[in-house]
């Protein structure tokens, strides 16, 4: 059974980078044709797509994002990451991880989400 | 970048059918099959529930259905329940390898 949870700082100040991590359990990152992504809600809003790694390391990115994302992933630890530079209010969300092994349109298991606000 | 349109809100009764539409902006919605929707009840995360524009996710009832008919995808619930009670989410993977949600759809049973 696939799990996953994110862990990382609640509160990120205004300009700084936001970092979070993905563990995850019940399946390896680096298993052929799994896919791992970070997605993220902002408080009573819908749900935003940030980026998705692949299973070979290719990740892709929602342009609105204007590079300030990167995801990578650690297969000797089971775990990937998230790091957003550059944050600001608009970024305060509950940033849920999740993933599928099988294919990279839709994400069948997602970890419990984590808020995190930015402010000073 | 394509967008996706939900309708804001839907409603039924106990025993009803309701259907959520989801319509895309851009070629891909019209020719990809690659659509999904996800059930998220109050402060939890979403759930997959239809993939690939109609195929039932493992353990997801048979009162859920999904289709599509040119840029629109529909997703049906029938027989509704209490518990049916969330908002709903439509997704795109594009052409391009970007996933595009819709902005989501609360559904209340009256």
């Known amino acids: 059974h696939l799990q996953l949870q994110e862990s990382g700082p609640g509160l990120v100040k205004p300009s700084e980078t936001l970092s979070l991590t993905c563990n995850v359990s019940?399946?390896?990152?680096?298993?052929?044709?799994?896919?791992w992504g970070w997605i993220r809600q902002s408080p009573g809003k819908g749900l935003e797509w940030i980026g998705t790694?692949?299973?070979?390391?290719?990740?892709y990115y929602n342009p609105s994002l204007k590079s300030r994302g990167t995801i990578s992933s650690d297969t000797s630890r089971n775990q990937f990451s998230l790091k957003l530079t550059s944050v600001t209010a608009a970024d305060t969300a509950i940033y849920y991880c999740?993933?599928?092994?099988?294919?990279?349109?839709?994400?069948?298991?997602w970890g419990q989400g984590t808020l995190v606000t930015v402010s000073s | 970048q394509s967008a996706l349109t939900q309708p804001p809100s839907v409603s039924g009764s106990p025993g009803q059918s309701v259907t959520i539409s989801c319509t895309g902006t851009?070629?891909?919605?019209?020719?990809?099959?690659?659509v999904a929707w996800y059930l998220q009840p109050p402060g939890t995360a979403p759930k997959l529930i239809i993939y690939?524009?109609?195929n039932r996710a493992l353990g997801v009832s048979g009162r859920f259905s999904g289709s599509k008919s040119g840029n629109t995808a529909s997703l049906t619930i029938s027989g509704l329940q209490a518990e049916d009670e969330a908002d709903y989410y439509c997704?795109?993977?594009?052409?391009?390898?970007?996933?595009?949600f819709g902005g989501g759809t609360k559904l209340t049973v009256l």
């Open positions: 997704s795109l993977h594009t052409g391009s390898n970007t996933l595009i």
């Open positions: 851009s070629s891909d919605a019209g020719t990809s099959n690659r």
């Open positions: 019940g399946a390896s990152i680096g298993s052929y044709n799994s896919y």
């Open positions: 790694i692949y299973y070979s390391g290719t990740t």
């Open positions: 690939e524009a109609r």
């Open positions: 999740a993933g599928d092994q099988y294919e990279s349109s839709w994400f069948k298991d």
